[in-house]
């Protein structure tokens, strides 16, 4: 039986990934250039991007590496590597300069911060924001039959890969939401109050419906598709989240720094809508495999 949107909502979304995955810090260079080898697989040889890094190498960097935190998301049954996704911290005096997303929005930057409180304080103390980013899927791990042509596709006759290493359930959704989940614990363990992500408007709807709290802090631009400035507060984050989503974030925290966030005192209360007014929007459950590897792009 496939496994459906509504299960993750409702219940416990750490227990299905851990059947199929583990996470892990890249905290040495070897695990480093495993992230940026997947980067490069991605969003330069597949979808043909231009952007920074060592082509001679096939590895994918930029500036902001170096101020990241990355994690890894490896399949337990052939410990591939099949998404990683990092965490910018914002260092310097500037944050226009340290926080990628704040120069791919330009002038637009702002009018998004007359219009965010939030925006406006990272940008006066840069301490106060990090940005999720470069959220990576390899292929052969989010493709599925509705995902339309290559590479977020099957082939014509609407068939995988054979290459082995599959469960039948390690494909659609799951890993995408693994990554958000390792996204959560970077972003909670960090000292920022503010955690930036340039997103498609879909991938913010389906976060929404699964109980994440997130809010939009500027205008849709076009960056290779529609992408929008979406804004999760530390404060917001505990208060609004669906408890069995704090959970999880909780034990991906856990894996991957031995011990469950500091602090933390995980709420009880029965599931049940908990998506504040300020974002809130119909889910669409086909959302992360049609957009595949691409929603958090900076």
């Known amino acids: 039986m496939p496994l459906r949107f509504r299960a993750f909502a409702r219940g416990s979304v750490y227990s299905q990934l851990q059947t199929y995955f583990v996470w892990r810090l890249a905290t040495t260079p070897q695990s480093q250039v495993q992230a940026y080898a997947l980067r490069h697989r991605v969003y330069c040889e597949e979808l043909g991007w231009e952007l920074s890094g060592a082509a001679e ?6 500036v902001f590496d170096a101020r990241s935190e990355h994690a890894l998301l490896v399949h337990r049954s052939s410990s591939q590597v099949v998404g990683c996704i990092r965490l910018v911290s914002s260092g310097a005096a500037d944050a226009h300069t340290t926080l990628p997303c704040l120069n791919v929005l330009g002038t637009l930057v702002g009018a ?4 965010s409180p939030q925006l406006a304080a990272a940008l006066t103390q840069p301490s106060l924001g990090c940005e999720l980013s ?5 292929s052969e791990f989010r493709r599925r039959r ?3 042509p290559a590479p977020l596709g099957l082939d014509s006759g609407g068939q995988l890969p054979a290459t082995g290493i ?3 359930r390690d494909r659609g959704p799951l890993p995408a939401i693994g990554l ?3 996204a959560a614990a970077m972003f909670v363990r960090s000292p920022a109050q503010y955690a930036f992500a340039l997103m498609a408007p879909a991938l913010a709807r389906l976060l929404a419906g699964l ?3 997130l809010r939009p802090v500027s205008s849709a631009i076009e960056y290779h598709g529609v992408r929008q400035l979406y804004l999760f507060d530390r404060h917001e984050v505990m208060r609004y989240t669906e408890p069995s989503m704090l959970a999880s974030i909780a034990a991906v925290h856990r894996q991957l720094y031995g011990n469950g966030p500091d602090g933390w005192c995980m709420p009880v209360a029965p599931f049940g ?7 809130s929007a119909r889910c669409d459950p086909d959302a992360v495999g049609k957009l595949g590897c691409t929603w958090l792009t900076c």
């Open 273 to 279: 809508p908990v998506v504040p007014s300020c974002y």
């Open 211 to 213: 109980g994440f709290c």
């Open 134 to 138: 470069r959220c990576t899927i390899a």
């Open 146 to 148: 509705a995902d339309g």
């Open 180 to 182: 958000v989940l390792a």
């Open 112 to 115: 998004a911060a007359a219009a």
């Open 166 to 168: 599959h469960d039948p």
């Open 57 to 62: 190498e096939a590895l994918e960097s930029d």
